[in-house]
């Protein structure tokens, strides 16, 4: 690494940088996580006393929140007209309570911040059990939510209550009546006035004077309200490539900061640096500058966004590749970053983009009226049409080509896991059952799984038990031992018609003479080390029963959970291979 490589902008690597952008809300939230609060002897109770390793194995223990969510419990509430779960987002944990059956956007909610350890499986339980007469008196009322939201024995530092209460709300909130508990701050005589931090924007959008004037009271509790004042826009893009983001440990950011991965990142970065909005003038004026047209819409409440080469609409019947990429709820202008390199590959002309919403999915197909009416309305080609997303994203990209096969050409996740964990023992919200396996395993379908080396769900090598790092990170959902790993990267071949391997043929990967190999820990048919933008990427391709190398497995050398310039100049490289026949189902292979 040499520190004194630089470029334009270099200086936004540093958070000081975003002192502006950081949500006025932060110094308020980061007190709540500091107070001592009163835990009224639950820790004691008998009921918490059990092993928690015989816990994990009982039913009702979500592995994706990392929680024993007690069925005499959850069903306790039911019969008081009460949905309770417990939820992981984010690296952040909470415990939803909400009447059951409410209409969408019908109810206010209310947040309540709690420190619990996510060690402890009854962390959700003993949440419930604090609030109790909270809880009963929301269940007796039955006319709002409430939202805990639960540190990990700690302030929310990351503040990743901006992306929660932003992208995460279930849909019977009413987002206009979102209000913040303060009780614990008054209950130890602190004023919002005194706090370092923390700003109260009023509705004009001005600074209180004196924030404490603008608490009031909801349901018998002293509230600030925070609808509409949650935005942080400090974008993923960037807070990856810090302590912030999800990681192993092991990354050295100053050799990605000083490194042609940086300086590709940091064009992205800078334009959410420069706005806030999709739509601003300078945004779209970046994009036409690009040689792109943008097409906005909304269905059924699912915002989306394309953007096609100008040439596509010369309307000379050249149609184009259509890049589906799943996004949350987010902002437009959060997905135009965070894959910037897919858009710049279709200002070369390469393909049309498609950002869209997976948020519904798998509970009703929109995305899929969005995709029909963009492959019907727009010169794109329906032969080819690619799918892919980040993190849970990518896991909505797999559900939506499992549920469509004969439709995708090919598939290109990105930040999952190698393997496919089994239902009972996964971290994610989207289960594969063996059904599902068996069903796609059917389908001759391309695709490449591209991942950081260092992210928090410790990916590779796969013949090593991962580490967990990241505290908020469940990492036994991603199948902690060496065994429970194979047994999932088995059943991801067995998921595309690969030859299985054993045990002893995925640990000896680890004195492979192939370095990619020896970095992704499994065996592969043919695999290289490609030096990109400063930093190795390990790949390894997989032949399926028919000789096709229709699987690939991509390692980033020192990347977190984050999707670079590279990554998806390599999934798109895999993509563009491939087309579908319609008629028949078939792969064509292009290249």
Request: glycine letters at 8%.
């Amino acid at each position: 690494m040499n520190p004194y490589y630089s470029y334009p902008d270099i200086s936004l690597w540093q958070l000081e940088s975003w002192n502006k952008k950081i949500n006025p809300l932060f110094g308020l939230i980061r007190t709540l996580g500091e107070l001592p609060e009163d835990r009224r002897g639950v820790d004691q109770l008998p009921a918490y006393q059990r092993d928690p390793e015989e816990v994990k194995v009982l039913p009702g223990y979500q592995y994706k929140s990392g929680s024993y969510d007690d069925p005499s419990v959850v069903e306790q509430w039911a019969k008081r007209g009460m949905q309770v779960y417990s939820r992981e987002g984010g690296t952040m944990r909470s415990v939803v309570f909400t009447p059951a059956d409410a209409a969408p956007g019908s109810l206010p909610l209310l947040v309540i911040f709690h420190r619990e350890s996510y060690e402890d499986p009854f962390w959700a339980l003993k949440t419930l059990d604090i609030f109790k007469e909270d809880c009963s008196l929301a269940a007796e009322k039955k006319s709002y939510a409430i939202w805990f939201i639960v540190t990990n024995n700690m302030p929310d530092l990351r503040r990743s209550y901006c992306g929660m209460l932003r992208y995460d709300m279930t849909d019977e909130i009413d987002t206009e009546r979102i209000y913040l508990d303060v009780r614990l701050l008054l209950a130890h005589g602190q004023k919002l006035s005194s706090l370092e931090d923390f700003r109260y924007i009023l509705d004009d959008g001005t600074v209180a004077p004196n924030p404490d004037d603008c608490m009031e009271e909801f349901e018998g509790y002293p509230v600030l309200k925070i609808s509409n004042r949650i935005s942080e826009h400090i974008t993923p893009t960037f807070t990856s490539m810090t302590t912030e983001g999800q990681q192993d440990g092991t990354i050295d950011f100053d050799a990605t900061y000083h490194s042609e991965t940086g300086k590709r990142m940091m064009e992205a970065i800078r334009i959410e640096y420069d706005y806030d909005d999709f739509m601003d003038p300078g945004v779209q004026a970046i994009i036409r500058d690009l040689g792109l047209e943008c097409e906005c819409g909304e269905t059924e409440g699912s915002p989306w966004a394309l953007l096609l080469p100008k040439c596509a609409m010369e309307k000379d019947g050249k149609e184009l590749p259509l890049l589906a990429v799943f996004c949350g709820k987010q902002a437009m202008i959060t997905s135009l970053t965070f894959y910037y390199q897919y858009v710049k590959i279709a200002a070369q002309g390469e393909c049309a983009v498609l950002f869209l919403s997976g948020a519904t999915l798998p509970e009703n197909d929109v995305p899929h009226q969005i995709i029909c009416q963009v492959l019907a309305g727009y010169p794109v080609d329906p032969a080819r049409l690619y799918v892919s997303g980040h993190s849970h994203w990518g896991h909505i990209a797999q559900l939506y080509m499992r549920k469509y096969p004969h439709m995708v050409a090919a598939a290109a996740p990105l930040g999952n896991t190698p393997g496919i964990p089994l239902p009972e023992g996964s971290g994610e919200v989207i289960l594969v059952s063996d059904e599902d396996i068996e069903k796609i395993s059917q389908v001759d379908m391309p695709l490449a799984i591209v991942s950081g080396c260092c992210e928090a769900g410790c990916m590779f090598p796969v013949n090593q038990q991962a580490k967990g790092f990241d505290p908020g990170i469940n990492v036994e959902g991603y199948a902690a031992s060496v065994e429970g790993r194979a047994e999932a990267w088995n059943r991801r071949l067995r998921s595309a018609n690969c030859p299985p391997q054993t045990l002893e043929e995925i640990k000896a990967a680890a004195d492979s003479p192939n370095k990619a190999v020896r970095e992704l820990g499994i065996p592969a048919d043919y695999a290289q080390t490609l030096l990109l933008d400063g930093f190795e990427h390990y790949i390894g391709d997989f032949k399926n029963r028919d000789g096709k190398y229709h699987l690939r497995i991509v390692g980033a050398q020192n990347m977190p959970h984050m999707a670079t310039p590279a990554e998806l100049d390599l999934a798109w490289s895999f993509l563009r291979r491939f087309a579908r026949d319609l008629v028949t189902g078939e792969t064509i292979e292009l290249i």
